[in-house]
């Protein structure tokens, strides 16, 4: 069997469901009826504190969808990158920036009239190594210099868009970044100029197939 054809053909499968879906507000089975679905995703964060954007490099988000309450829970691991900005627009600051998965994403399909859009949440530590400041290598200390706590990360349908399960749609979310650890004589100054409120994500899904 050619891709194209099999690529069809999971394409019809995953409408089909697509549409049963859609009664998502159907009472609960005796047994729950899951699928596995795999979207295509990118996307970049914006961090407040800093005025500085990181590209979210392209990767896979993994999800289960419950067809009886439209229920998700999945996984979307993210490539690290590098991030550079200054402080009080001077004194240059470069780091390594590691996404590490803390818990599953958790969430739901939600059906209105016509239109499907998605609410979830997920949960990440971020990391930093390899820190820069003014040109010159820093002492991180032991272990790993990440956030104290994992940080909540929504990722919903933004207003007055959908979200399709075949062909995905835009996410979007606002997050609060806590206190830093273990970042031995650097921990002060990121705890100075890195947490703080109205840090945001944009991500785009695309592609989904089954599996």
């Not at 049963?20 to 507000?25: K, M, P, R, S, T």
């Not at 200390?141 to 007055?160: K, M």
Request: glycine share 10%; with cysteine; proline share 5%.
């Amino acid at each position: 069997m050619s891709t194209s054809v099999s690529r069809r053909r999971s394409l019809r499968t995953l409408a089909a469901t697509g549409a049963a879906l859609a009664v998502v507000a159907i009472p609960a089975a005796a047994y729950a009826v899951t699928m596995d679905v795999t979207y295509d995703a990118v996307g970049t964060t914006h961090i407040a504190s800093t005025n500085s954007s990181i590209d979210l490099a392209s990767t896979q988000l993994h999800t289960t969808i419950d067809a009886d309450t439209g229920a998700i829970t999945g996984s979307m691991p993210l490539t690290g990158t590098r991030t550079e900005f200054k402080v009080a627009g001077l004194v240059p600051v470069s780091a390594n920036v590691n996404f590490v998965e803390a818990a599953p994403i958790t969430g739901s399909l939600n059906r209105i009239g016509r239109t499907t859009t998605v609410t979830a949440e997920a949960s990440y530590y971020i990391r930093l190594s390899n820190v820069w400041i003014g040109g010159l290598p820093t002492f991180n200390g032991f272990g790993y210099c990440q956030s104290e706590e994992p940080v909540t990360i929504p990722a919903n349908t933004p207003e007055g868009e959908v979200f399709n399960i075949t062909t995905g749609g835009p996410l979007e979310g606002t997050f609060s970044i806590d206190d830093f650890e273990n970042c031995g004589l650097n921990t002060l100054l990121i705890n100075l100029i890195i947490p703080g409120d109205g840090n945001t994500v944009e991500l785009e899904a695309s592609n989904g197939r089954l599996g």
